[in-house]
Every structure is written in structure tokens, then in C-alpha cells.
């Protein structure tokens, strides 16, 4: 098909100093979870978004000298010529598919501990960052930076540079952003320094002038030079020369970079979850910086519509769209827009578990794209699929949740005649009641993007308000059985071993299906999370929404505990105290009786009493996986029919993120009957070329 004109503009090449981008799309520097450790596998995974047609794909972060060490948070290192060839790599692959290649040069300052290197880490004025925040909690502080610091951190930047040059990057980043080194020096927080590099503004920016200069100096004229800067703080600041700080720092390096990306200041407001964010909603931010450079500008937002990459072009907001998320969700993105085919994006639903895969220290998950980190190591392409031998046998999917619906529509791809049967009237599994919690409608995607891609595939035919039983499926003869029949939420209690045990003898007591069913409740209403993620904190906010009055209860020291890993816990906090819930962390209850709950104080043992006639317990999940053992069960019948294998995905196998279920459903479709039976394929390793000397001293 063709490209829409409207979109045409996307497709324009930018010029970024020396170097030309073939159109308007730019794959961010963003965190990969795989280091100089993977580096066929890093290699792959970027080079998935050159073919997918970006104009620009960058790196992640990456360390200029040991003295920046983020470990154990996985970054990448550009320290020595292995490195080079480890990233040499990736510009080559980039390079293949006629993509220019970023490096986003890194210096931690004051936010990383380097307990690699054990040497303290640096800072202006010995200011560490967020020293409470579960991410960087330390008990070292950085030391301050005397002028030799300052001197060799710029030489770093100078060699690093020439080293990301020599390994074939065309665009080299200075990154003053999200709490690094030169962040630090441009704010009064962190930099107390009475010498040139603190006081006035003038002074601030004195530090990052340098790094430009540097950096420009190694890139020779053959590299572009970039500079990634965090703005929301300085925008929040006065300035006596401009409209804010912020305006003042770009009006004086204005033209100095041949590149402004720019972005907000912490995890939670620069990578904000679609719960609690829109999409674009860095945009009062960043607005401005176009208005005060010649230099081309490029910001993220979450973008997945073309019509509003195209807006931000024409409002002049930016020159070109950035995306993180969008290119893991869809590393064809751009080439689906210039082939007319829109609605084949995959879109990014915002849930963040691709940033939790960083937090996690391991390579990239994402819920919409399984396929992303698997490029080499498992050999799955985004867009192909292995085709069925024998011109595909008859595969029947029990259950379209997410598990169900990726795995019937891969194999469908594959050339599976598929059945899909679903039993109640709509497709989609839990996505039907928790894409209509508070936030959720963008996850929505998961489901609509799927039923669109199965609707066009003849060998496939979906049945809703179908509940199988085992004979019916013995009646229908299929070779190979899948079963995606989820799980359920338990009303267990959490025991004082931390697992879920004991129940409650009241009729009051309640779990997230029986909400999705529209029970209806009594206040107050009491939601018990020991699930620690998302679902307790929405259904609390969705039943306070609905008017109820609602005390959320943990024996967590925080509410959503695991919501850290995806940067919503501020948000939740945020989200809960607007709708009215009262909190109660570090609380377990212990037992239910007129209209009352006891507590127990989780580190103390010491015992409250809450107000409570419905108590909504979320926690524990058990497989729906009963069809599953009587069909197993029906050895014979099973035989005489023809099934040659009946397995179970997702929540039916390990209750899990959507995020799994997506994964497990379409790892059994793509390795069915292929021989592979979800063994790692292959295993990478870094480039070394260690001397012999060294490495006898070394083993
Ligand atoms: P997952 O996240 O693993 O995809 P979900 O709970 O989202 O799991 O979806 C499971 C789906 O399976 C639900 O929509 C449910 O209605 C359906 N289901 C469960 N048992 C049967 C059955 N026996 N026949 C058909 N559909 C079933
Ligand atoms: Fe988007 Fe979620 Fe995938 Fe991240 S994990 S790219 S937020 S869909």
C-alpha cells in the first residue's frame, strides 16, 4: 500500500550537523538491560529498529570511564578498544539498513554508587542523588570534585568520544539529564561550588559548555554532537535573563550542539506510565526550545499516532520524534507508516514493563512485542514467523485473553488452521474488567491490536460464548491443544510466613473477580493487597471512584510495592490520596468479625482494629487449569480423537504480568513442531581479547 501523504513530512531527511537522518524517526537512547556482556544480542535488538526504519537508532546509557559505574544496574561501557569492537557491532548492523547510529556518552556524578570499582563516586559539591529512593539507596557519599575531577572527566568524554568514533557511531551524545554528573553542576541543589563552575547560571552551565566542546572536538566534523538535557526543574526556576532557567541554559548553549534532545528530570515523570500520563505529556515542558536554537530538536512523548508525530512537526515542537517505548513496542513502526499500513502498529500501551526489565538488571520484556531482546538469542523476528511444516495441522486455543489471542494468531501467521474459543461473549480475558480500572483504557491495545490482526487471517475462526468442556474437545478433533483458560483470585490471607494461607468464615470477603462481576459492596470497604503490583491500588482507586469509601491495607511498606520497578508508585500514591483512600502499610490482617478488622503490624506484631463490612482481598491467583487435568485424564478418548499434545499458557500455566501471558502464548506458537521447546538457543558473550599474561593473572 502507499504512505498517506499526510504523512510525508515524517519521512523528510533531517540534517544534524555532519551527518543527514534519512526521515523525522529517532529511537532514543533508552536503557536495553544488555551490556558489553550481549553484545550480538544488543546488536540485534537495536538492529530490528534500523530495518523497522528509523532514521536514528541510539544506545543506552554508556559508561566514559570506570569512574562511572552503575553497577548492578545494567549499563554499557565504552572504556577500552573491546568495547569498541563490542559496539562496533551495533553500528554496523545499523548502519546495514541505512540507519545512523547514537551513543548516549554517560557520566553517573553523585547517582551511582560504583560498587564495581569501589572507588567513590563524584560530584559537585559531594551531594549524592535521591539517597532515600529505593534505586540509588547507598551509605557512601560522592566526594566533591576538586578542578583535576572536573579536568579528567572532560578527558574522559574527549576519549570516549574518540572511541565511539572509531567504533562507528555517527552521533555522540553529552547527556546532561535525569540526575547525571552534568545535570548536577547546572543545578543549585547539587552544585554549591563557589568557583567557575558554580554560582550564576553562566557558571552552572560551564561544566556541560565543556563536554560539547570536547566532544565536538573528537567528533572532528565527521560525528554529530548531541545534547540530552532533563528541563523540568530549571523550567520550574526563575531566571533573570529569560523566562526560566531552562530557557536561559538553551539561549546560551543555543547552537553549540548540533542536536537538543530534550526530556524531563526523573523516571517517574520522563517514562510516566499511560496510567497516569497521556501521551505527549512532555510537551509543556519542551515547547520552547525550538523557538530559541537553529539546531534540530527531538523529544519523546510516547507517540504511536502518526497524526500526532505529524502535530508536533507542524506546531514546531519538534523536528524529530523521539520514541523509547513505541520502538520497543513496535521496532516497524515507521516502515508500517510509509507502507499505509497504520493500523498494523503495534502500539505501546504504556504499562513500563520494559523499564522494570532494567530495574530487573536483564535484558528488555515488553507486554506488546514478545519478540524484543529474542532477536539473536532466540532467532524471533518482529514481523516473521517460521512457516508451519506440513502445510499446519489443526490447533485449537482454549481462552482469548492476552495468552490465547497471541498464541492463536501467531500460529495463525505460521499457517495453523486455528480455532479460537472463547467462553464468555467478548474477546479478551482480564483485559475486559482491568482495561475499565482508573488509567487502564490505554492497555485496551493488547486486545484490539490483536482481534484486528486475527479478523484478517482466513485460517483462523474465533467462537465467543463457547465454554469448552474436555469432550467437547475431544469431539472436535484438533492435533494439538492450547489451553489459555487464566487464573482466578483467591480470598486467602497472608500468612505471618509471607505466604498466602487461611481463609475468613464471613460471607463479606470479596477478590477482584467478584468486583469485575459488579458485587455489590458495603463501607467501608477494605482492599487487602499482598499482590503488590497494580491491581489492589486500581481496584481501590476504581471502588473509591464509584463513591465507596475505601482503606487500603498492605503488610508492604509501600503501597504497590512492585509498582517501584515500573515508576508508578508515586502516581499511585498521588492517584489514591485524590480519590479519598486512607492507607494502612505494613499491615496484615489476621481475622474479620463484626464489621471489624484486626491488623497486625507486619515488623512489630503489634494488633489495630479497622472499620470494615466488605473486605476485597487481592493477593494470591491459582491457575484455571481443571479442563487441563481432565483432559489429561482422558488418556484414551484424548488418543482416539487424534490430540497429540494439550498445553497450558500463561495464567493457566503460572499466573503472571500480562506481559508473560503474552510471552508463554507466543513462544508455544512459535515453536510448535520446530523442534525448539523454549531452550535458549544461543548464549552470548562479550569480546574480550585479553593477553595471555593477563589472563593467567586473572583466573
Ligand atoms: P491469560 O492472561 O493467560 O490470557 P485470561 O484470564 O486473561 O488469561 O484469559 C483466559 C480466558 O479464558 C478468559 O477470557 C476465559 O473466559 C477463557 N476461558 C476459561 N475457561 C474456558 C473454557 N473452558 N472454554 C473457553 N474459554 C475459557
Ligand atoms: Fe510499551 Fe509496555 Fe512494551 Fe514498555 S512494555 S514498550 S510500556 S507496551
Redesign the pocket.
Same mark, same amino acid.
Given at each position: 500500500m502507499a504512505r498517506n501523504p499526510r504523512y510525508d513530512i515524517l519521512f523528510d531527511p533531517v540534517r544534524i550537523g555532519p551527518v543527514t537522518a534519512r526521515n523525522r524517526f529517532y529511537a532514543v537512547p533508552h536503557a536495553s538491560g544488555m551490556t558489553n556482556a550481549m553484545p550480538r544480542m544488543r546488536a540485534a535488538f537495536r538492529e530490528g529498529k534500523a530495518e523497522g526504519g528509523w532514521g536514528v537508532v541510539c544506545t543506552g546509557y554508556v559508561s566514559i570511564d570506570p569512574g562511572s559505574d552503575d553497577a548492578p544496574l545494567p549499563y554499557a561501557t565504552l572504556w577500552d578498544d573491546d568495547d569498541v569492537r563490542s559496539h562496533a557491532l551495533m553500528t554496523e548492523a545499523v548502519h546495514r539498513h541505512g540507519a545512523l547510529a547514537g551513543i548516549e556518552l554517560w557520566h553517573g556524578g553523585g547517582c551511582v554508587m560504583n560498587r564495581l570499582s569501589r572507588t567513590p563516586s563524584v560530584s559537585p559539591s559531594g551531594t549524592a542523588w535521591m539517597p532515600t529512593h529505593v534505586s540509588y539507596i547507598g551509605n557512601q557519599r560522592p566526594r566533591v570534585m576538586q578542578h583535576e575531577d572536573i579536568r579528567d572527566v572532560l578527558e574522559a568524554q574527549k576519549h570516549a568520544a574518540r572511541r565511539a568514533r572509531s567504533a562507528g557511531f555517527d552521533i555522540l551524545y553529552v547527556y546532561a539529564g535525569m540526575g547525571y554528573l552534568p545535570y548536577e553542576f547546572l543545578l543549585p541543589e547539587w552544585n554549591h561550588r563557589t568557583d567557575a563552575y558554580g554560582g550564576c547560571l553562566a557558571n552552572r552551565v560551564r561544566f556541560v559548555r565543556e563536554l560539547l566542546e570536547v566532544t565536538h572536538e573528537a567528533a572532528g566534523g565527521q560525528c554529530a554532537v548531541a545534547l540530552r538535557i532533563s528541563l523540568e526543574e530549571l523550567r520550574a526556576r526563575p531566571s533573570e535573563h529569560a523566562a526560566s532557567e531552562a530557557h536561559e541554559v538553551v539561549q546560551r548553549l543555543a547552537d553549540l550542539p548540533d542536536l537538543w534532545d530534550v526530556k524531563m528530570d526523573s523516571e517517574t515523570s520522563d517514562c510516566a506510565?499511560?496510567r497516569f500520563a497521556p501521551e505527549g505529556s512532555h510537551e509543556p515542558v519542551i515547547a520552547f526550545v525550538k523557538s530559541l536554537t537553529h539546531k534540530p530538536v527531538v523529544g519523546v512523548g510516547?507517540f504511536t499516532s502518526p497524526d500526532a508525530m505529524v502535530g508536533q512537526i507542524r506546531r514546531g515542537v519538534l523536528d524529530l520524534i523521539g520514541a523509547a517505548?513505541?520502538s /520497543?513496542?513496535d521496532p516497524f513502526l515507521p516502515r508500517k507508516i510509509d507502507e499505509g499500513r497504520e493500523e498494523d502498529i503495534r502500539e505501546?500501551?504504556? !504499562?513500563? $514493563? !520494559? /523499564?522494570s526489565s532494567w530495574h530487573d538488571g536483564v535484558p528488555v520484556?515488553?507486554?506488546?512485542?514478545p519478540t $524484543?531482546g529474542e532477536e539473536w538469542r532466540r532467532q524471533w523476528h518482529p514481523e516473521r514467523v517460521p512457516p508451519a511444516p506440513h502445510g499446519g495441522t489443526t490447533v485449537l486455543v482454549v481462552g482469548g485473553g492476552p495468552a490465547g489471542l497471541e498464541c492463536a494468531l501467531t500460529l495463525g501467521r505460521r499457517g495453523y488452521e486455528v480455532t479460537l474459543a472463547e467462553a464468555a461473549d467478548e474477546l479478551g480475558g482480564r483485559l475486559r474488567f482491568e482495561t475499565r480500572l482508573p488509567g487502564l483504557a490505554a492497555w485496551s491495545r493488547v486486545l484490539d491490536w490483536r482481534r484486528s490482526q486475527l479478523q484478517r487471517l482466513a485460517n483462523v475462526s474465533v467462537y465467543r460464548g463457547n465454554r469448552l468442556g474436555a469432550d467437547d474437545i475431544c469431539e472436535l478433533q484438533p492435533a494439538h491443544v492450547v489451553l489459555a483458560t487464566g487464573s482466578r483470585w483467591m480470598p486467602l490471607l497472608y500468612s505471618p510466613l509471607e505466604v498466602p494461607a487461611g481463609t475468613l468464615d464471613s460471607p463479606d470477603v470479596y477478590t477482584p473477580d467478584d468486583v469485575a462481576a459488579g458485587v455489590a459492596l458495603e463501607d467501608p470497604v477494605v482492599v487487602f493487597d499482598f499482590d503488590n503490583y497494580y491491581m489492589g491500588s486500581a481496584v481501590a482507586e476504581h471502588l473509591a471512584r464509584s463513591g465507596r469509601i475505601v482503606r487500603y491495607v498492605t503488610p508492604s511498606g509501600y503501597v504497590s510495592a512492585w509498582a517501584v520497578m515500573t515508576n508508578e508508585q508515586p502516581q499511585t500514591y498521588r492517584a489514591l490520596s485524590a480519590a479519598g483512600v486512607e492507607l494502612h502499610t505494613l499491615s496484615r490482617v489476621e481475622s474479620f468479625s463484626s464489621s471489624e478488622l484486626t491488623l497486625v503490624n507486619t515488623f512489630t506484631s503489634a494488633r489495630t482494629r479497622l472499620a470494615c463490612r466488605s473486605l476485597v482481598i487481592v493477593g494470591a491467583r491459582l491457575p484455571n487449569d481443571a479442563l487441563y487435568h481432565m483432559l489429561t485424564a482422558k488418556h484414551e478418548e484424548r488418543t482416539a480423537a487424534g490430540i497429540v499434545s494439550v498445553t497450558r499458557v500463561g495464567d493457566a500455566l503460572a499466573p503472571g504480568a500480562i506481559?508473560h501471558a503474552v510471552y508463554g502464548g507466543h513462544r508455544y506458537a512459535r515453536e510448535l513442531e520446530t523442534g525448539d521447546s523454549g531452550r535458549i538457543v544461543r548464549r552470548d558473550v562479550p569480546l574480550r581479547s585479553m593477553s595471555a599474561p593477563e589472563t593467567a593473572r586473572h583466573a
Open positions: 506510565p499511560s510516547r517505548r513505541p /520497543i513496542a505501546c500501551i504504556g !504499562c513500563n $514493563i !520494559c /523499564i520484556r515488553c507486554t506488546q512485542n $524484543i506481559a
